[in-house]
T-cell receptor, first 114, second 112 residues
Framework: DGGITQSPKYLFRKEGQNVTLSCEQN?????MYWYRQDPGQGLRLIYY???????QKGDIAEGYSVSREKKESFPLTVTSAQKNPTAFYLC?????????????FGPGTRLTVL | DQQVKQNSPSLSVQEGRISILNCDYT??????FLWYKKYPAEGPTFLIS?????DKNEDGRFTVFLNKSAKHLSLHIVPSQPGDSAVYFC???????????FGTGTRLTIIP
């Protein structure tokens, strides 16, 4: 079954700790994305990557970091510099880059910082 | 600057009737539009899309209409079913653009 997996589903961390969210896809998609969803604010882009070993900041990258060492994997680290990290985090992927942008999403990770 | 707007945060519709969800955009470069459906604590799922060369696209109970002059699109669901209760996001892009721009979503509730 091809798809996008995110783990864990729920994550609790203490304030001041860094935490890494996993995103893996077996769709052979080139591009991968991280979004954050807050109530009433839709989906906001954190980072995206169109090819391995390359990534770009989205609209709200401050306090986050990513890596893209493998095509299938795009982990997101929420650092202690992120002022309001509690949110629902969504990973997405897209087949190509020279086409219309249809993204497919994983199931999400809810991060709660205590 | 909200380039894609969904001005109705919520909508309630009787089961069996038509649901109409609206979306407005401001960026004239957008030429491709998508609707996603999202249940709580799940990722959005792709529903239907339309490119600017068309003014209508149908897929079963779902139809999207595009009015380019008004920079407006709408999603029609006929007939509405209880399983349609979800948050619907409108998104926009253009050919070759690496990003999607999302609206803030409309929560649709289907009343049995």
């Amino acid at each position: 079954d091809g798809g996008i997996t995110q783990s864990p589903k729920y994550l609790f961390r203490k304030e001041g700790q860094n935490v890494t969210l996993s995103c893996e896809q077996n769709l052979n998609h080139d591009a991968m994305y991280w979004y954050r969803q807050d109530p009433g604010q839709g989906l906001r882009l954190i980072y995206y990557s169109q090819i391995v070993n390359d990534f770009q900041k989205g609209d709200i990258a401050e306090g986050y970091s990513v890596s893209r060492e493998k095509k299938e994997s795009f982990p997101l680290t929420v650092t202690s510099a992120q002022k309001n990290p509690t949110a629902f985090y969504l990973c997405a992927s897209r087949a190509g880059t020279y086409n219309y942008n249809e993204q497919f999403f994983g199931p999400g990770t809810r991060l709660t910082v205590l | 600057d909200q380039q894609v707007k969904q001005n109705s945060p919520s909508l309630s519709v009787q089961e069996g009737r038509i649901s109409i969800l609206n979306c407005d955009y401001t960026n004239s470069m957008f030429d491709y539009f998508l609707w996603y459906k999202k249940y709580p604590a799940e990722g959005p799922t792709f529903l239907i899309s339309i490119s600017s060369i068309k003014d209508k696209n149908e897929d079963g109970r779902f139809t999207v209409f595009l009015n380019k002059s008004a920079k407006h699109l709408s999603l029609h669901i006929v007939p509405s079913q209880p399983g349609d209760s979800a948050v619907y996001f409108c998104a926009a892009s253009w050919f070759g653009n690496e990003k999607l721009t999302f609206g803030t979503g409309t929560r649709l509730t289907i009343i049995p």
